[in-house]
């Protein structure tokens, strides 16, 4: 069951004008939530807040929003995922927001999926999207509202298919649909691709990568990507906060090996690597 807070209280409920609604005019968060804990938080606000300051959003109060995570948090199984948006708030018609409003706090609990853990072992297969990521630097990084992008590609995936990659105009592979990209060369270079156009600076890409440099010995190249790489590549993985590392076993007629490090990497999100 879903467990949800509006603005500090226990409502499904949203006014029809709130402008996250209308507009997508926002930003959100997913958490992994261990032991009513939820992982990683201080990376996954201070995203959150550097969201709110791309848009002009006034940001919840650090101590009231902590707050109301500790207490939904509460209501969670071991294992669980949570979901903080932030809206603008409510406004008239029209796209110039009003000065006034008074940003909006959505906070949902939900299962974790039992799926997660069997694809962290076996890997998963990965398509090729044909709808492409749109270039805009100022809202490269974040996670705002507008993932209309995100759902044509998803609604792409055949069943069989665990998760799709997206692709910008430029013909660059930025990201999957839900997760961030690496791989590994023959020459062994891990490599991720560029966000500086487009794209989320996923929280678990960042762990990831500050992991690989401090348990691994491992420096991670951030740089253009294209299919050509993909094909060419010996690994190739996805992450996010909620999947840990999914390792690619299949793209394009393609099979990859998994990675010696992965199961490793996954160990520790499991063991609290917060």
């Avoid at 995570?69 to 018609?93: P, W």
């Avoid at 691709?193 to 996923?202: A, F």
Wanted: charged share 25%; with cysteine; net charge neutral.
């Amino acid at each position: 069951m879903d467990f949800v807070l509006v603005n500090g209280k226990l409502t499904n409920s949203l006014p029809i004008s709130d402008r996250g609604l209308n507009y997508g005019d926002g930003v959100f968060e997913t958490i992994a939530v261990i032991k009513q804990r939820p992982q990683l938080i201080e990376e996954h606000l201070a995203r959150l807040n550097k969201g709110c300051e791309k848009l002009s959003i006034t940001a919840p109060a650090p101590a009231l929003l902590v707050s109301e995570i500790k207490s939904l948090c509460k209501s969670a199984d071991d294992q669980a995922v949570l979901k903080i948006i932030i809206t603008r708030g409510s406004g008239g018609r029209g796209y110039r927001p009003d000065k006034d409003s008074k940003p909006a706090r959505i906070l949902t609990l939900h299962p974790w999926g039992e799926h997660i853990f069997h694809y962290r072992e076996q890997g998963i297969r990965l398509s090729l999207c044909a709808t492409r990521l749109s270039i805009n630097p100022v809202l490269a990084g974040i996670k705002h509202l507008n993932r209309l992008e995100q759902v044509l590609a998803s609604i792409e995936l055949s069943n069989h298919v665990q998760e799709g990659l997206m692709r910008d105009y430029n013909d660059h592979v930025i990201e999957g649909t839900m997760s961030n990209l690496f791989i590994i060369s023959t020459d062994n270079v891990i490599k991720t691709p560029s966000l500086k156009q487009c794209g989320i600076d996923g929280i678990m890409r960042r762990r990831l990568i500050d992991w690989l440099a401090t348990r691994e010995n491992k420096s991670v190249e951030e740089t253009s990507l294209t299919l050509d790489d993909l094909h060419e590549a010996k690994h190739v993985m996805m992450t996010n906060s909620i999947i840990g590392i999914w390792p690619v076993v299949y793209f394009e007629k393609q099979h990859y090996a998994i990675p010696d490090f992965v199961t490793r990497f996954n160990r520790s999100i499991i063991n609290k690597l917060d």
